[in-house]
DNA sequence: ATTTTGAGAGAGAACGTTCGCTCTTTTCAG
DNA sequence: CTGAAAAGAGCGAACGTTCTCTCTCAAAAT
């Protein structure tokens, strides 16, 4: 980390560029994720409520005095945090347009997050954030937010697969929604990579559950009896 | 739990009827299901680590004092009222025997078990438990055990299914259960049933998914073309 | 010189748990 | 049956600990 390599200018700052940051901006902003990534450590070995300030502050070498002058509050934090990954499993799930047929850039996508999951350890914050949200209004608004953008992402991708002529003109997209996000949820919270069953079984499961309510119009030969 | 249960008798118990108990142990029996119950109401209002004893003492109207002499810890109680919830699970569940088909069966089974959960507003309670089950040795002792005795039953189920010839002679039944069990966890955290989504919807979806990983020999004639 | 950052003691509240006590029920010799 | 003794159930104040958060003051940066 260089801390020092831009140029601190004693005048108006250039208008024409506004990426420019002070000095002291940037050492804040790091020091928040220094915050940021030592309260998630935290959260995934002790949970929200177990996890305490002072543990925090010692994960982050820092003291509290000095912790409470970039966060207000614990409750704060575990806001922050729970953004910050919902947000990350949406910049995952986002990437489900790119692939040769809508459903094989669908798979690749949530099997991508699956991986990026699992290999991240956080699998237990995802669940920790999911019983939050049950009885915390602002951790629910940024679950339902998130969620409800990725509703919007997804019926987006099945409404133009299926005028594409890529799926079956499938009526029940509010339903099947829903249900494909909890499939991944559950695959999530129970770690399904975690547990040894093999990433191409999985694959191939998936692939079998997402073809079968969505069912391709191109039929495989195999029924050709 | 090693409190002395045994009743002492100053005359040989009855063999041939066991179920006899004294009025005392009848009434603690009774207050231990009213502590539990209290306590089930705050975890799901206020998590685990949330919900105070005090707040437990108010809700089953007793106080500290009385309530230690039940259980010895906050902790024994969390694992209590976990234990008793996924052996609830495990019973509905257990159903899937009962049907005119293996695969009618199933479906019943798990979606009884969705409205159970959903009726009895118990879906923030679930996720709670496998949150705390990520850090908690024995709340994650009891949910292995749980699921060991599920993929278990579901197993046997399958493979007896698969002699019978009710579904194809599938051979990733090792990854099918975990996945299948993935999507009720998913469908129970997420409550499908509670955000709106038709039931006979929820049905026709999951009876897919099912049948499409099972594959069911006798083929429907809506393929005849 | 002024503002920002940090340390760390500790305030004040809440936590899980215990203790001493009273009241009720059971036991059992007489 | 009677009455004393033992055991169990219940209460609620109080304990020691831990919690989140604040305060003061010094160092550092600008």
Redesign the interface.
């Known amino acids: 980390m260089d801390y020092d390599s831009n140029h601190t200018s004693n005048h108006a700052e250039p208008v024409s560029a506004p990426v420019e940051k002070g000095a002291r901006a940037e050492k804040r902003e790091a020091q928040t994720i220094r915050i940021l990534d030592a309260a998630r450590n935290c959260f995934v ?6 996890a305490s300030m002072n543990e925090i502050c010692r994960e982050a070498a820092m003291s509290p005095g000095a912790l409470y002058r970039y966060f207000p509050s614990k409750e704060s934090i575990i806001e922050a945090i729970a953004e910050q990954d919902r947000r990350q499993d949406l910049m995952n799930l986002a990437q489900m347009g790119a692939g040769a047929t809508p459903l094989d850039g669908f798979i690749a996508a949530v099997m991508q997050h699956f991986r990026d999951v699992h290999e991240r350890d956080m ?2 914050l995802f ?2 954030i ?3 949200s ?2 915390n209004d602002a951790v629910a608004a940024c679950c339902a937010k998130t969620e409800a953008q990725f509703i919007e992402l997804f019926t987006a991708f099945l409404t133009y697969a299926k005028a594409n002529g890529d799926i079956d003109p499938v009526e ?1 997209i ?3 929604v ?2 494909m ?7 999530i ?2 770690d ?1 990579i975690g ?1 040894g ?2 990433i191409e ?2 694959e ?3 692939r ?2 997402a ?3 969505l069912r391709p119009v191109k039929k495989q030969p195999e ?1 050709a009896g």
Chains 1, 2 share one sequence.
């Open positions: 070995q002790s949970g929200f409520r177990g699998a237990s669940t920790e999911r019983a939050e049950m009885r029940d509010d339903a099947i829903p249900m996000m909890a499939l991944g949820e559950g695959m919270m129970g399904v547990r069953v093999p079984k999985i191939t499961i998936l079998a559950m073809t079968s309510i029924n």
